[in-house]
Structure formats: structure tokens, C-alpha cells
């Protein structure tokens, strides 16, 4: 069973930037990336990352957030730039391999106007 762990989450102004890691248990050769969920909302898509590097992002993210993978140390990493009030949400580390979906437990992203 993959574990994932995310960090970095916390409170900023609007315009300010934070950066979310999250680090698999064990070796992860799937897709990983970021969802979130806002109070209220279902959970969205925020950005993935295949095995082989191709990104996705979601519309109200491109330009201001860039997704990464270390793949040797088994993490990913989710840079936010120029962030929003509407930005503030859970976020969720994802990871997909095998059919299977595996979740984070969520880092609390709120940004202040």
C-alpha cells in the first residue's frame, strides 16, 4: 500500500507564492499530482505529472502554478505563484498506478486578500 505524505501548506496574502511537497512511501512509478477541495465544492483537478513528465493544469492554475517530480526520491512538488483568495482549499497529493488511486491526507492552503 503507497503512502503519501504532504507538507508545505499554510496561510499567505494574496500574490504570495508556497510550495507543497508530498513524498510516496515507497518507489512510484505511476501518476502523481494535486487536487483540491474548497469548502462547499467538490474536489478539483489541480495538476498531474505523468511517469514520463507530461503535465496537465487545470485552467485557473496555468501560468501561476508548476508542477515537478523527484523522481529519485520518490516526490512531488507543487509550486503556487501569484495566489488568489479563490486558491484556498485542502489540497490533495494524488498518486494513480494500476488501476489504483491512492491519496494524501490534505495540507490546508489558505490565502488571505
Known amino acids: 500500500q503507497v503512502q503519501l505524505a504532504e507538507s508545505g501548506g499554510g496561510l499567505v496574502q494574496a500574490g504570495g507564492s508556497l510550495r507543497l511537497s508530498c513524498a510516496a512511501s515507497q518507489t512510484f512509478f505511476g501518476t502523481m499530482g494535486w487536487y483540491r477541495q474548497a469548502p462547499g465544492k467538490q474536489r478539483e483537478l489541480v495538476a498531474t505529472?505523468?511517469?514520463?513528465?507530461?503535465?496537465n493544469y487545470a485552467d485557473s492554475v496555468k501560468g501561476r502554478f508548476t508542477i515537478s517530480r523527484a523522481y529519485a526520491k520518490n516526490t512531488v512538488f507543487l509550486q503556487m505563484n501569484s495566489l488568489e483568495p479563490e486558491d484556498t482549499a485542502v489540497y490533495y497529493c494524488y498518486g494513480g498506478a494500476d488501476f489504483l488511486d491512492y491519496w494524501g491526507q490534505g495540507t490546508q492552503v489558505t490565502v488571505s486578500s
Open positions: 505529472i505523468s511517469a514520463g513528465g507530461s503535465t
